[in-house]
């Protein structure tokens, strides 16, 4: 039996049962469990298997990665800058239809988002080696150096909480690949590390997705802060595309394991082909299908907490939410009986009316990103002319409340576990409070800059 199907059969005895197996290895990796490490070998060794054959992009010899970095850079600067004379022309956007459909994306892709960087974690110990300073830079910067205000994942967080998104419900298991990829690759460093290297090559150049991202997200009302911050970091002159290709070619074997290095290197570059990119989860979106899925799985809790006052097609709503598979039918009977009116202001139908505004019935039984759905489903091809509200920017309305955070108990046990330790063994013990898990946490910033500290002082 292997470690994934062992992994597999302990995890469906908890209460997660419901897990698909990217979810389960994520969570068992990102969970830190005991024997994490063997199981993100075995994974990666499978999923390795799966790109063997897929066709190679990188250039045949490893000097020519810079120039061919700049030249992708060069040619998704070009297609952006068509986008934006063809937005300037009057084409609609060209991944939103609504705010509904971002909101989609940013939950799917979260699980990737919210371990952002991971898969150079495990480079860490290798603090001491130049070579690997372009990578340590970029891990580091992931974590936003010890600071909350540019740390990736709290950033991610932040964004999902402003607009109430920050549930799984929804999430498929085919989401949580990449992240689980990430991880795994993060805890088997030193046994993959040409794989890690091409991880991080692929991972790292600019993809024009990005760009149309963070320019459509303005247009919605949405911070595209976090996209924003990545155009600037993943530049290919001084950024980590360029650092990616450079770090290629600073650990590239001086022999005769040159060859199979570099082979190896390509390998960890086709793992970003696996899973559901951003641009598949964006292509997968579909308003009704998302409004029935949504309502079906509120439909549990529901259906015991109506009266029988309305009947619709002779139907309580008790009755309609008795049995899966109905949803859809019971929403052709709400527009039926004029209770949703579509393609018109939402504020006009009797069903958005108990769920928004003063006295609202159902005030807070649908989350932020839930009522979205609906809204844009009821919304339409009626357009609002109320302009969307401008977008917050800057550091200090962002994380001002940090400024005023109490005390951490993690973080004065770990200011007390190192203030005996000579500085190279504080360094070292810092290493496990920068990982995917504890990075964002207050102690994890704090060992963040304090890792950062060290590290220069002993160099």
Known sequence: MTLLTALSGQLASMHHSGYGEYQRVYQH??????????????????????????TNELPAEPEQLLA????????????????????????????????????????????????????LYGLLHYWQDQRFDGLLSTYLEELGDG?????????????LSDHDADSDAGVEDEHYLQGALQLALGLCAEEFLPQVIGYNLGYEQLPLHLLITS???????????????????????????????????????????????????????????????????????????????????????GQHMHSDYCRFEGKTVNQWLAQPGQVGAFLQALQDKGWIKRNQDPAESRFWQLIEGAGAAMFGVFSGYEKQVLHDWIAGEWISDQRVAPVRRGRSSRFSQEQHRPADPDTQALVDSLWKLPD????????????????????????????????????
């Open 68 to 119: 061919w970095v700049e030249q992708r850079c060069a040619a998704v600067a070009q297609d952006y800058a068509d986008y934006l004379e063809q937005r300037q022309q009057g084409r609609p956007r060209r991944y939103f239809q609504n705010k509904a459909h971002a909101l989609y994306v940013l939950q799917r892709v979260a699980p990737t988002k919210q371990v952002d960087g991971a898969w």
């Open 147 to 159: 600071e909350a205000a540019q740390n990736h994942v709290v950033i991610y967080r932040k964004l």
């Open 215 to 301: 320019y459509e997200l303005s247009e919605l009302g949405i911070d595209p802060y976090y996209f924003t911050l990545h155009v600037t970091i993943d530049n290919a002159s001084s950024g980590h595309a360029c650092k990616a290709a450079q770090s290629v070619l600073n650990l590239l074997p001086l022999g005769e394991g040159r060859a199979d290095f570099y082979r190896r290197v390509a390998e960890g570059y086709r793992l970003n082909d696996l899973g559901a990119g951003t641009t598949a989860v964006i292509e997968q979106f579909d308003l009704h299908a998302e409004v029935v899925a949504m309502l079906e799985r509120k439909r549990t809790f």
């Open 29 to 54: 990796l990102y969970g830190e469990a005991p024997n994490a490490e063997s199981v993100a070998r075995e994974f990666l060794q499978t999923q390795l298997a799966r790109v063997q054959d897929a």
């Open 424 to 459: 190279e063994q504080q360094l070292n013990a810092l290493i496990p409070w920068l990982s995917a898990r504890r990075h964002c946490t207050p102690a994890g910033l704090y060992a963040t800059r304090r890792f950062i500290q060290l590290r220069a002082r002993l160099r």
